[in-house]
């Protein structure tokens, strides 16, 4: 059976090292087309490291990556086109100096869509993170949940298939937590957007997820749908992450 109709993300064997020190190792796994995979594990685990790894901003040590059924291309402008099929939300958001609207727009125009449909998407992006009144103002300015919208409606303007994010909600408020997790959760049923998404927020995760990644110490711990794994982890790490008794 051809089943790149399901698996959008294929890995197999990939380790990366910093030096000498081994900061990540995953076998094996699939991402399911339309799936929403939380990513757990304390801090230092691996998780950052990982999405940067599936956006291609880096390379891995050894083991491969298929997308979309095929190997990552080495030629760099089809890297580029399969690049730009996903979309990366930082750790910490890095807006450029600019309006709150250039800053969404920006990758529209870079990719050469016309001023018009960039106007009315980018608008209608701002309204639904809440910022539709901001943006003229300077992305410098704004407060750390509003950068962090913005961070998010500049990858949600682009309308990826595959959206990377890593703790897009640690300094938004209980509200705008709300409003992004029904944002994600919007592409997902609506646009069968596949997401990846790192968070320390358990409840989070349970909320969001289809399936989930225990990461710790560099090793992919524990893989399976959400529900299994928090109703009952196979390996006693998981638990005691998820039970909050792990001391790191
Ligand atoms: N460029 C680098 N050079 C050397 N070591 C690095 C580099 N990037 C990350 N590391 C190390 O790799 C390990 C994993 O880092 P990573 O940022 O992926 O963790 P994380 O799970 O995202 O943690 P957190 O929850 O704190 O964000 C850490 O020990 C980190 O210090
Ligand atoms: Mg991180």
Redesign the pocket.
């Known amino acids: 059976m051809n089943n790149t109709n399901t698996e959008i993300i294929a890995i197999s064997g990939l380790i990366k090292k ?1 030096g000498s020190k081994e ?1 990540l190792r995953v076998d094996k796994l699939n991402v399911r087309r339309g799936s929403i995979t939380g990513i757990i ?1 304390p ?7 990982f999405l940067r790894i599936l956006n291609l901003l880096d390379t891995p040590t050894k083991g491969e990556l298929c997308y979309f059924g095929r190997p990552v291309p080495s030629a760099p402008e089809a890297k580029l086109t399969l690049q730009r099929r996903m979309m990366m939300v930082f ?1 910490k958001p890095a807006l450029f100096d600019m309006s709150v609207s250039d800053n969404v727009a920006f990758g529209m125009r870079a990719r050469g869509f016309s001023a018009r449909e960039t106007e009315e998407r980018s608008q209608s992006v701002l309204k639904k993170v809440g910022l539709e009144s901001q943006g003229r103002q300077r992305a410098k300015t704004l407060s750390g949940g509003e950068a962090q919208r913005v961070a998010l409606a500049r990858a949600l303007v682009l309308e990826p298939e595959i959206l990377l994010l890593d703790e897009p909600t640690a300094n938004l408020d209980p509200a705008n937590v709300e409003l992004l997790e029904s944002m994600i959760t919007f592409l997902n049923s609506e646009y069968k957007t596949t997401v990846l998404i790192v968070t ?1 927020n358990l409840f989070q995760a349970r909320r969001l997820s289809t399936e989930l990644l225990f ?1 710790y110490q560099g090793r992919l711990v524990e893989e399976g749908t959400a529900h299994r794994i928090f109703q009952s982890p196979r390996h006693e790490e998981t638990r005691s992450f998820i039970e909050g008794r792990m001391i790191y």
Do not use: N
């Not at 801090?43 to 490291?49: E, I, N």
């Open positions: 910093y900061v594990g801090s230092g685990a691996g998780k950052t490291t750790q320390h990461l």
